[in-house]
């Protein structure tokens, strides 16, 4: 008997690529698609709805482009790597660099839905941008990207955005009731705005980027999400927070800098609202989300969204703010 990951047949791309950088998709055998659900086969179990049937042995050509790769590059090749639209990016050794346009040619050939594409340099800066430099097709970083029935337009060299959190994407999409007023503290293009303002929230997006703000905009229109629904500020967190609201949900996604923020961000949290906060943890740390909370802050839901390096990985913590007569003393 096989484990199978059980999706929604519109979240099935995401999934697959999240299954795949995780090293979790079992290549031995075949999807299976049945009344609106695709089952991928699993090496390991891994979070969500798992079932277990018999399973579909492969009989097909494997889309693991290494395959095209003589033995010794196949070996330095990453199996891993991000889609963003048409764009492949992945990242490369110092010793696999010298065969970096061989690995793109055999990427181009194995997945016909790339044209461009690069290597990934690491993210830098304060804007949390990838560095990248193209090795294969036109040089411009614009690509469409779409994910969860949505649609992202934006130049990746320019704005942080990551394909890796579709499935958290679509986890908060279901978990928000209409009429939310959400805060995006740190919005990037807007991916998480997009498609809770599809359903009737109201987002209050914060990013110092222009670069992200401009193709925010242009992806709002793109869904048609109506400018009564969301509103962008330009700015630093820290310099807008102290003219903003309350809000019922509140969205942290900087890996990094997350945890810095949480004490004076929290205190624009209503009672009964959730925070999102994403940070990267150590994989054999003791960390405990319980250390950076106030006393009536609870999380209520944690797990690893993605390994984000040999020693640490990408983890979502849902916190609640509950209501009791505890004093805050962050207030």
Not at 26 to 54: M, Q, R, S
Not at 78 to 100: C, H, N, T, V, W
Not at 249 to 278: A, D, E, F, Q
Request: with cysteine; glycine share 6%.
């Amino acid at each position: 008997m096989i484990k199978h990951l059980k999706v929604l047949e519109k979240n099935a791309q995401e999934a697959k690529i999240f299954l795949e950088k995780s090293n979790a998709l079992n290549d031995a055998f075949l999807p299976v698609k049945k009344e609106g659900y695709i089952f991928w086969p699993l090496k390991f179990e891994v979070d969500g709805e798992i079932v277990k049937f018999e399973g579909l042995k492969a009989t097909k050509y494997s889309r693991d482009y290494r395959l095209l790769l003589s033995s010794k590059i196949r070996n330095l090749a990453p199996r891993a790597f991000d889609i963003f639209g048409d764009i492949g990016i992945i990242r490369l050794s110092d010793e696999s660099l010298k065969y970096s346009e061989t690995i793109a040619e055999a990427l181009l050939k194995s997945h016909l839905n790339l044209k461009k594409v690069a290597i990934d340099k690491g993210v830098k800066g304060e804007y949390r941008i990838r560095q990248l430099q193209m090795i294969a097709g036109e040089s411009d970083f614009v690509s469409l990207h779409k994910e969860n029935g949505f649609e992202f337009k934006l130049d990746i060299s320019k704005v942080y955005f990551s394909p890796r959190l579709s499935m958290e994407r679509s986890r908060i999409y279901e978990a928000v009731n209409s009429g939310e007023e959400i805060l995006d503290a740190f919005a990037g293009v807007c991916p998480f705005g997009v498609s809770l303002g599809s359903k009737g929230c109201k987002i209050t997006a914060v990013d110092s980027n222009p670069d992200s703000e401009y193709w925010a905009h242009e992806n709002f229109r793109r869904n048609k999400i109506s400018e009564l629904n969301y509103v962008f500020y330009c700015s630093k967190i820290e310099q807008i927070l102290p003219k903003l609201n309350l809000y019922d949900r509140i969205i942290m996604n900087s890996p990094t800098t997350s945890l810095s923020y949480l004490s004076r961000i929290s205190k624009k949290l209503k009672v009964g609202g959730v925070i999102h906060l994403y940070a990267l943890v150590e994989n054999e740390g003791d960390f405990k989300i319980e250390n950076h909370l106030s006393p009536n802050f609870n999380c209520v839901f944690q797990r690893v969204v993605h390994p984000y390096s040999p020693s640490s990985g990408l983890v979502v913590f849902d916190i609640v703010k509950a209501g009791n007569n505890v004093q805050e003393t962050n207030q």
